[in-house]
């Protein structure tokens, strides 16, 4: 029995070397022969697939795919073995090879070489699979790993967020980012929204073509109405200002300064303060001239027994009034009222004097009254002084004829330099 597994043994290492050696000399040829299906094929791979042809065959990938080659494999003559493949003799013994180690394998360079007892594997990195003897890119974005946008890589994969989010720790949500906290252009106020935020102006501003900048509103420039004399526009809101003469009544109105009530004039003793538009007025406390003699503060009076008073008007009463320019027309501004009236006696009603232009009328109301109408629109500074009189014809007080007596108001007109 000695004998023969003696003879058996070398027998055995001399037939497997040879076979072995057939082998390696067959997938040589194979090599050389390997027909590339994809040029010969028409079509070989439909729709959007891409043809990758491999030896002894094909593969239909995505376009998207990547393949890592392997490389060529060396040609090396045949060695006699006389252990099985992945194996080396030692002695007596056969003991496995590391092809890994001594880089004696076909992985691809992106692969990971695995040792095992009389072989070895190639192992795809992450993010490949291997499909036949390639690595293939895996498309991770296909699985929605993502929750706004994936972009693949190859071999991975990262997820990106679109505008007002970002990443969350997960890398794969996105959550709102609050861009007011973060330093956003409004220059007033920001309200953050989500994946956005609004600029918003305070209150007299607006918002600008960019959505970012806030701009005053000139309110002056919506009405002239918005204040009685003259708006003031001021950053984010606007104010109204009177003229000289006049002081602001709540916010828009002007009301005049009567400076003859509040003492702020510079009248003397001899003299009375008359207030009108803006400003005041100064007069003499005795206006009666020759031959009126002073009966009252405002009342002068030509006695009866100088010859020349029978053709003027027995009394003359002072009065003063203020109006503002460019008033509207006709208007009312005075009105005459006889204070005592004869009985039986007929009263008319005419301006003596003063209103040389015609820029006056008198519109009877009744007997004993009339009204002063402003006929024509007159602008100030100005001053009229009006002589308006009211003849009395009483027939009842006459033994020859009618008797006729006039007394006369002297009306002064100040017309004020604005127009409210």
């Known amino acids: 029995m000695n004998t023969g597994n003696k003879f058996l043994y070398p027998l055995l290492l001399f037939c497997m070397s040879h076979y072995w050696g057939f082998i390696m000399y067959y997938e040589y040829i194979m090599q050389l022969l390997d027909i590339n299906e994809c040029e010969t094929i028409p079509d070989a791979c439909k729709g959007e697939m891409k043809c990758f042809n491999h030896y002894g065959g094909y593969l239909c990938l995505p ?5 890592i080659p392997a490389p060529e494999p060396p040609i090396t003559p045949a060695v006699t073995n006389p252990c099985p493949p992945g ?14 180690e001594r880089d004696e394998h076909d992985c691809q360079p992106s692969q990971q070489c695995i040792n095992a007892l009389g072989a070895y594997t190639c192992q795809c990195p992450d993010g490949y699979r291997k499909v036949g003897t390639e690595c293939i890119d895996i498309d991770e974005c296909r699985y929605r790993y993502c929750q706004h946008r994936c972009v693949n890589v190859p071999g991975s994969f990262s997820c990106q967020c679109e505008p007002g989010f970002q990443l969350a720790g997960n890398n794969r949500s996105c959550i709102d980012v609050n861009e007011c906290d973060m330093g956003a252009p409004c ?3 920001c309200y953050n929204t989500y994946g956005t935020f609004l600029c918003r102006c305070d209150q007299g501003y607006e918002l600008g073509p960019d959505g970012f900048a806030c701009n005053d509103i000139d309110e002056c420039s919506y009405s002239s109405y918005l204040c009685q004399y003259q708006c003031v526009n001021e950053p984010g809101k606007f104010s109204c200002v009177c003229p ?3 002081q602001l009544q709540g916010t828009r109105l002007c009301q005049d300064i009567n400076e003859c009530e509040t003492g702020e ?9 008359v207030n009108i538009h803006g400003r005041y007025q100064c007069v003499d406390a005795n206006r009666c001239q020759d031959p009126y003699v002073q ?13 020349v008073c029978r053709d003027l008007p027995f009394s003359i009463v002072h009065r003063y009034m203020s109006i503002t320019s460019e008033r509207s027309v006709p208007s009312d501004i005075f009105q005459i009222q006889a204070t005592s009236v004869s009985p039986g006696a007929y009263n008319t009603f005419r301006i003596r004097s003063g209103d040389e232009n015609g820029d006056f009328y008198i519109r009877q109301i009744n007997n004993i009254s009339a009204m002063l109408v402003l006929a024509r629109a007159v602008s100030g500074p100005r001053e009229y002084t009006l002589d308006l009189e009211m003849v009395s014809v009483n027939p009842l007080l006459s033994y020859q004829g009618s008797y006729q007596t006039s007394s006369a108001l ?3 007109i100040y017309v004020g330099p604005y127009t409210f």
Do not use: M
């Open 244 to 246: 000289e003469g006049y």
């Open 187 to 189: 220059s007033q106020r």
């Open 295 to 307: 009966v009252s503060d405002n009342r002068c009076v030509c006695p009866v027994n100088k010859p």
């Open 63 to 67: 376009r998207s795919a990547s393949v």
């Open 265 to 273: 004039h510079q009248c003397t003793d001899t003299q009375t303060c």
């Open 410 to 412: 002297r009306l002064s």
């Open 87 to 100: 194996y080396e003799p030692q002695g007596d013994s056969c003991v496995d090879i590391d092809e890994c």
